[in-house]
């Protein structure tokens, strides 16, 4: 198993910077990809950014420009996100996956941690 434990989230003004971590632990030599999701109030829960084993990364187009996904010893996760928005208000949680040829056969979640974007 792995699990995943977010940090970094809060109330942040508009405008301002955010940095979320994610530390995995357990079977972590299993681990392909990671990312970021968040979810709204009354809304689903959307990627806003992914990182390959590799370190190919992808953002949602929301947050492209403003935001940067990166991995510290491949296991730890980080998004920095600037230039704040309201609508970046959400539960932030972190995913990983473990793929066996090139197919996802398990995907893990974090808590998800609350950063709540004030004007």
């Known amino acids: 198993q792995v699990q995943l434990v977010e940090s970094g989230g809060g109330l942040v003004q508009a405008g301002g910077t955010l940095r979320l971590s994610c530390v995995s632990s357990?079977?972590?030599?299993?681990?392909?990809?990671m990312a970021w999701y968040r979810q709204a109030p009354g809304k689903e829960r959307e990627m806003v950014a992914t990182?390959?084993?590799?370190?190919?990364t992808n953002y949602a187009d929301s947050v492209k420009g403003r935001a940067t996904i990166s991995r510290d010893v491949k296991y730890t996760c980080t998004l920095e996100m600037n230039e704040l928005k309201l609508e970046d208000t959400g539960v932030y949680y972190c995913?990983?996956?473990?793929?066996?040829?090139?197919?996802?056969?398990?995907?893990?979640w974090g808590q998800g941690t609350q950063v709540t974007v004030s004007s």
């Open positions: 995913h990983a996956n473990y793929k066996a040829l090139g197919v996802v056969r398990e995907e893990y």
């Open positions: 357990g079977n972590t030599w299993v681990i392909n990809d």
């Open positions: 990182i390959t084993y590799g370190g190919n």
